[in-house]
């Protein structure tokens, strides 16, 4: 049986061209995604909040890195939009990020980052969030963080001691 170069050279050389445009497809963020990570540095807050709902359905591959960029936002409104879109994704990596949020000055982005924290359910939220609990007056915001914690265990307690 006769082989020629080129029908051994097939079994070898394509595979190897397709596992090399496979895994350089996969690498790369699509086009779009640097033109949303760079209109959440735009001055106008319009932009910044397009930005952010277009990154929001999106998968964490995806969007985690700019929604987490967006926690330090200056307008409340996008601090508030990224802490939610975070929520719903539901990724532990997030929580660290959204800490400093429990503390914010604007009532909202404290509010829906309570509640991105309780979708989320990573226990390294659980002290900030009863710290928090100790610290604010506002009865709402009190309930609001006790309704968070049901279900959530610290020390082999369960958060809702204080019933």
């Known amino acids: 049986m006769r082989f020629h170069f080129w029908s051994i050279s097939r079994l070898y050389i394509f595979p ?6 496979v895994s350089s497809a996969l690498s790369q963020q699509p086009d779009w995604v640097a033109q949303v990570t760079a209109d959440l540095k735009s001055p106008d807050s319009a932009v910044r909040m397009k930005a952010l709902s277009t990154l929001s359905g999106q998968s964490a ?12 936002d200056r307008e409340p409104e996008i601090r508030r939009s990224a802490s939610c879109a975070l929520g719903y994704l539901k990724d532990k990596r997030a929580v660290q990020s959204m800490l400093p949020l429990i503390s914010d000055k604007t009532w909202t982005v404290r509010r829906d980052t309570y509640w991105a924290l ?7 939220a659980v002290e900030p969030l009863l710290d928090a609990l100790s610290k604010t007056n506002n009865f709402s915001e009190q309930v609001y963080i006790i309704e968070l914690s049901e279900g959530w265990t610290i020390r082999g307690r369960s958060c809702l001691f204080l019933n």
């Open 16 to 21: 190897l061209i397709l596992a090399v445009l």
């Open 118 to 124: 309780g979708q989320i359910g990573d226990s390294r």
């Open 61 to 72: 591959e995806i969007s985690l890195e700019p929604l987490m960029s967006a926690l330090t």
